[in-house]
């Protein structure tokens, strides 16, 4: 059995959000957060976490801007690294499974309403929305959450370009 939480800003310590952890422009900070997270997280019983969120925010009426790290697309690449090697760690004792979310486009919706669809060329697909999965996947990010809405028209469960064409392959 698989014990799961949402421990983005901390587990029992509240860090800073990630927008102002992405401010920070510390990457070394995010891996120390997420580390001590994961400490709190583990010793609870907690086997895998929720995060991060490597959505890239570019409309600021998206109302889950501030669980992302920003609109830099290669700010939120290294923190997204970093966020991995903190949860994760050398996965000891002391370490959880990280959840990279929400692959991808779910920070693009039409008139910045949540769950609404998100309509991005490929082109911005590959350049902006898509380099810090890549980044969380090549750190090791054990588990990866779909996105919640549909991209380009078709919703984000089922979407086979996303994760099967790119994620999987």
Known sequence: MIFASDTIHGCKTVYPIPLALGASFNPELVEECCAMAAKEASVDGIHLTFAPMLDVSRDARWGRCMESCGEDTYLTCEMARE????????GGKYTI????KHIAGYSAPMSGKDYDSSDISEGALREVYLPPYKSAVDAGAMVAMPAQNAINGIPGNGNSFI???ILRE
């Not at 966020?83 to 050398?90: A, E, L």
């Not at 499974?97 to 990279?100: H, I």
């Open 83 to 90: 966020s991995i090697r903190g949860f994760q760690g050398d």
């Open 97 to 100: 499974g990280a959840s990279l």
């Open 163 to 165: 994760l099967k064409d």
